[in-house]
């Protein structure tokens, strides 16, 4: 059985959305102005605009269209993907004041405004979480049983950055133990695993943390460092 729900934007966040599609629609205007009329050079003026075109429309990949539950968990549609998370997953589901995206929130990485409140975000009360918010009167949060954080390796016989990337990780893998679950993955021979965490280049070290991607380490990169991540997540 599957029942699908609407996500719907409040008055004020609909007031939002509009006024920053003005503005960026303005900024468009007078950036093409400039050029045309030859008052900025017009490889900067087609930079600027390919820029405000991608804040234009970069929003909607990740807006939730509307969530899905189902008999095997909780569904978040957007156009860039679905994420369902399994209630095996989760701990707890609970309402969310209307007050929580208060001056106790910051915006660590998203948009904090237009079409809504989407992205990753931090809570003087829950900490570090992400948010698929499009109306705070109808929010709720979902709370993922913890469990250990991974770290994965992602890694091929032919990469020399990554030969020197491994024997960094094993070390890590001893001195962390049972703290931390630490793999490796052949990109060679794990598409799908390559393909879920939109890896491109490697080596990469994905740092994950509740069911949740946090950090991501993409070229060669010392031991302090990635060690510093980890920390982080203990």
């Known amino acids: 059985m599957k029942t699908i729900y609407e996500c719907s934007r409040s008055k004020a966040m609909n007031y939002l959305t509009i006024a920053g599609f003005i503005i960026i629609i303005s900024c468009i205007a007078y950036t093409l102005y400039m050029t045309i009329n030859q008052h900025m050079p017009t490889w900067e003026g087609v930079l600027v605009i390919l820029i405000l075109v991608g804040a234009l429309f970069a929003p909607f990949l990740s807006y939730p269209q509307y969530i899905i539950v189902t008999d095997d968990g909780i569904g978040i549609h957007t156009l860039a993907h679905t994420r369902l998370i399994p209630y095996s997953n989760i701990e707890t589901i609970e309402r969310l004041d209307k007050t929580f995206m208060s001056m106790s929130t910051i915006r660590l990485f998203g ?16 900490g570090i979480f992400r948010a698929y918010i499009t109306d705070t009167e109808k929010a709720f949060l979902i709370r993922l049983k913890e469990g250990k954080p991974v770290v994965i390796d992602f890694w091929a016989e032919w990469c020399g950055p990554c030969r020197m990337v ?11 133990g049972d703290k931390i679950t630490i793999g490796k993955c052949d990109v060679d021979s794990c598409d799908d695993i390559v393909a879920q965490y939109r890896v491109r280049n490697i080596p990469t070290v994905v740092f994950i943390k509740g069911g949740e991607v946090v950090d991501k380490v993409v070229g060669a990169t010392s031991k302090d460092t990635l060690k510093s991540k980890i920390d982080a997540m203990l």
Not at 114 to 119: A, E, P
Not at 166 to 176: Q, V
Request: aromatic share 12%.
């Open 111 to 126: 948009i904090g405004g237009m079409l809504g409140n989407i992205g990753w975000f931090k809570n003087s009360q829950i």
């Open 166 to 176: 491994g024997p960094i990780i094993d070390e890590l893998a001893d001195e962390y």
